[in-house]
T-cell receptor, first 112, second 114 residues
């Protein structure tokens, strides 16, 4: 079974804080993704990575950065959190041999 | 402008009846479509997919229909069960491998009443 884990289920931060969201997958998948889910907007892609140290912007990268130093780990960074970044953040991974993205349980981030 | 739209935010169905969830897309480059199911406090899980070379794909109680000319797809669940109550997301990609970026719809919350 593919397992994608995220470091926190719930997180509360203050405006201006630096926030790290960690994602780890155990299936040696090449591709990893970060999405945010907001009511009525579905899942929107923030960044994705197709290899170690490689990253590509998704649809809404502003205010975010990512890091992929190891194949199994993909981190999402909010350099200076703002209230409009309050959301559910979902990480996913995918093998280039497959056609299915596997998602982690999500991190609900609240920025006060 | 959303390229994938699910116009019904919610749907309520009686147990045993058919549930039909709809999805429209605007990008003619999309050629691979997926449905994901999401329970509260869990990540989305893959349900069923369809390539643009087909117009129907069936997996047990779940069938996805694709109408390319109308840029429309639908997910049928027959018979619906209370455990099917969840949010369903339609997603699309350009290219047959979903390793390409997925574009998601806004989701439809399905409630199946016992």
């Amino acid at each position: 079974d593919v397992k994608v884990t995220q470091s926190s289920r719930y997180l509360v931060k203050r405006t201006g804080e630096k926030v790290f969201l960690e994602c780890v997958q155990d299936m040696d998948h090449e591709n990893m993704f970060w999405y945010r889910q907001d009511p009525g907007l579905g899942l929107r892609l923030i960044y994705f990575s197709y290899d170690v140290k490689m990253k590509e912007k998704g649809d809404i990268p502003e205010g975010y950065s990512v890091s992929r130093e190891k194949k199994e780990r993909f981190s999402l960074i909010l350099e200076s959190a703002s209230t409009n970044q309050t959301s559910m953040y979902l990480c996913a991974s995918l093998s280039v041999l497959s056609d299915t993205q596997y998602f982690g349980p999500g991190t609900r981030l609240t920025v006060l | 402008d959303q390229q994938v739209k699910q116009n019904s935010p919610s749907l309520s169905v009686q147990e045993g009846r058919i549930s039909i969830l709809n999805c429209d897309y605007t990008n003619s480059m999309f050629d691979y479509f997926l449905w994901y199911k999401k329970y509260p406090a869990e990540g989305p899980t893959f349900l069923i997919s369809i390539s643009s070379i087909k117009d129907k794909n069936e997996d047990g109680r779940f069938t996805v229909f694709l109408n390319k000319s109308a840029k429309h797809l639908s997910l049928h669940i027959v018979p619906s069960q209370p455990g099917d109550s969840a949010v369903y997301f339609c997603a699309a990609s350009a290219g047959n491998n979903a390793g390409n970026m997925l574009t998601f719809g806004g989701g439809t919350r399905l409630m199946v009443k016992p």
